[in-house]
């Protein structure tokens, strides 16, 4: 079972950047696709991003494309979300999750972590 944890949360003005990371434990991070997701109280958790198990591939949600950049490093075990130009309705906690393939990320994520907390204020 592949455990994930974020970190990289915080308070940024808007504008601003933030990195976000996701560590996974476990000798089989690597042939898993990996999404990001948020949430904001109240409302549904909503995709973000995504990423294929080599890396070759992404995908992204029109809220973020442009502004977001998901990447990762399977020597290290860990994925990233770079957020740049930051507003406050991208105000949320933010999950990594896996899955199969990039489809099966973005649409039936599972292993969740506990997430991150990002706040963008005005």
């Known amino acids: 079972q592949v455990q994930l944890v974020e970190s990289g949360g915080g308070l940024v003005q808007a504008g601003g950047s933030l990195r976000l990371s996701c560590a996974a434990s476990g000798r089989t991070f690597g042939t898993y696709a990996m999404g990001w997701f948020r949430q904001d109280p109240g409302k549904e958790r909503e995709f973000a991003a995504a990423?294929?198990?080599?890396?070759?591939?992404?995908a992204y949600a029109d809220s973020v494309k442009g502004r977001f950049t998901i990447s990762r490093d399977n020597a290290k075990n860990t994925v990233y979300l770079q957020m740049n130009s930051l507003k406050p309705e991208d105000t949320a906690v933010y999950y990594c999750a896996l899955g199969r393939n990039i489809f099966a990320v973005s649409t039936t994520p599972s292993n969740w972590g506990q997430g991150t907390q990002v706040t963008v204020s005005s």
């Open positions: 990423i294929s198990a080599g890396g070759g591939s992404t």
